[in-house]
């Protein structure tokens, strides 16, 4: 089963650059550290893409959450995040996938 997201995930763009996700409620953590839900990740920034030279611009924002939603964990109304996450950003030129999960930041609550 994937891991649930938490604000100690590690989440990156295609260029390496660091998602900067805020989570919007403490009611449920996992390992001390409070979950990710979808709306969490689409407030998301991106600190330090290296996506720059002429025609192209670096990831600034998420802009979609395209996998990774839980079908059964939701806190607030809104589906906890996954490590199975994928979405895109605003980078140009803009490629399928942009942003992805490399650690979840726990490793104790699973979900589907």
């Given at each position: 089963?994937?891991?649930?997201l938490t604000t100690a995930?590690?989440?990156?763009?295609?260029?390496?650059?660091?998602?900067?996700?805020?989570?919007?409620?403490?009611?449920?953590?996992?390992?001390?550290?409070?979950?990710?839900?979808?709306?969490?990740?689409?407030?998301?920034?991106?600190?330090?893409?290296?996506?720059?030279?002429?025609?192209?611009?670096?990831?600034?924002?998420?802009?979609?959450?395209?996998?990774?939603?839980?079908?059964?964990?939701?806190?607030?109304?809104?589906?906890?995040?996954?490590?199975?996450?994928?979405?895109?950003?605003?980078?140009?030129?803009?490629?399928?996938v942009l942003w992805q999960?490399?650690?979840?930041?726990?490793?104790?609550?699973e979900a589907s």
């Amino acid at each position: 089963m994937p891991k649930v997201l938490t604000t100690a995930a590690q989440l990156v763009c295609a260029h390496q650059g660091q998602l900067v996700v805020q989570a919007s409620t403490s009611a449920l953590t996992a390992g001390g550290s409070p979950v990710l839900v979808q709306t969490d990740i689409l407030a998301a920034t991106v600190a330090g893409c290296t996506n720059n030279g002429p025609g192209l611009k670096p990831c600034l924002k998420v802009t979609s959450v395209v996998a990774g939603q839980s079908r059964t964990l939701a806190v607030s109304g809104q589906p906890v995040m996954l490590d199975t996450a994928l979405g895109l950003t605003d980078a140009v030129p803009a490629q399928p996938v942009l942003w992805q999960v490399r650690s979840a930041g726990q490793t104790v609550l699973e979900a589907s």
